[in-house]
């Protein structure tokens, strides 16, 4: 993954007990929601977050991607660096960086995100609504989180009931809960990624009945979620 190291924003965080594995890693979900917190600390300091309600928009995040150089432990103290990385189309682009208190490189992410009316569900072009200084159409990245289609034999499956805990502020599942899914998933088989690549589809809400499909390809595998036929998200990984 290739991303340049311009941000604009930076947080400071100690990973607690509660976000690290048996290992004492701290969970891939949990670096996630870190990274959902530092967006919106972002958004938040420069007018294009929680505000946007106001004017009937929402940000919705469709793809991510985390890269794991080394993983943060138990009482680490990290720093956490984002930053809009332009717009292409339809998406908005942001990146992160972690790295602990000496600068070392610990992980890196990118991600693609949709400006949404809140009332429609329509796509709106974040460079129209928003200052060009944040999401400048000329300005793109030189890496974009790409879309994803599973691939090889169908090893495993397995059926979540979203329970309360999976939601979020808009009563659907929040982004982070799919991994948290897909972590558990891969677990049972001994299988703890460094680096995942994720697509959301579609959302789903409290009481659905999701199956997780799990893959295995010669050089990449992946992790459905389906509701019926309809493709919620995917995994590769």
């Not at 530092?38 to 940000?59: C, K, T, V, Y």
């Not at 677990?187 to 799990?214: H, M, T, W």
Request: aromatic content about 12%; overall charge negative; hydrophobic content about 45%.
């Amino acid at each position: 993954m290739i991303l340049t190291e311009s941000f604009q924003f930076t947080l400071s965080f100690e990973v607690g007990s509660y976000q690290v594995n048996p290992e004492g890693n701290i969970r891939l979900s949990c670096l996630a929601d870190l990274f959902q917190e530092i967006a919106w600390g972002h958004a938040d300091s420069a007018d294009f977050g929680r505000n946007l309600s106001e004017i009937s928009l929402m940000w919705a995040l469709a793809r991510l991607e985390i890269e794991i150089v080394e993983f943060p432990k138990w009482g680490d103290s990290i720093c956490l660096y984002t930053g809009s990385k332009g717009a292409d189309k339809l998406f908005a682009f942001r990146d992160f960086l972690v790295t602990d208190r000496h600068g070392r490189v610990l992980a890196r992410g990118m991600s693609s995100w949709l400006l949404l009316n809140s009332s429609t569900k329509r796509i709106q072009k974040a460079e129209v609504v928003l200052p060009p200084a944040l999401y400048d159409p000329m300005v793109k990245p030189d890496h974009q989180p790409q879309k994803l289609v599973a691939k090889g034999d169908l090893v495993a499956t397995e059926v979540i009931k979203v329970r309360f805990s999976d939601l979020d502020l808009n009563y659907h599942v929040n982004n982070t809960a799919y991994i948290r899914w897909v972590e558990n998933l891969l677990a049972d088989r001994k299988v703890f990624p460094s680096k995942i690549a994720i697509n959301y589809q579609a959302e789903c809400f409290g009481g659905d009945l999701v199956e997780l499909r799990l893959f295995e390809g010669a050089s990449e595998s992946f992790v459905e979620g389906r509701i019926g036929e309809k493709l919620v998200f995917i995994v590769a990984f």
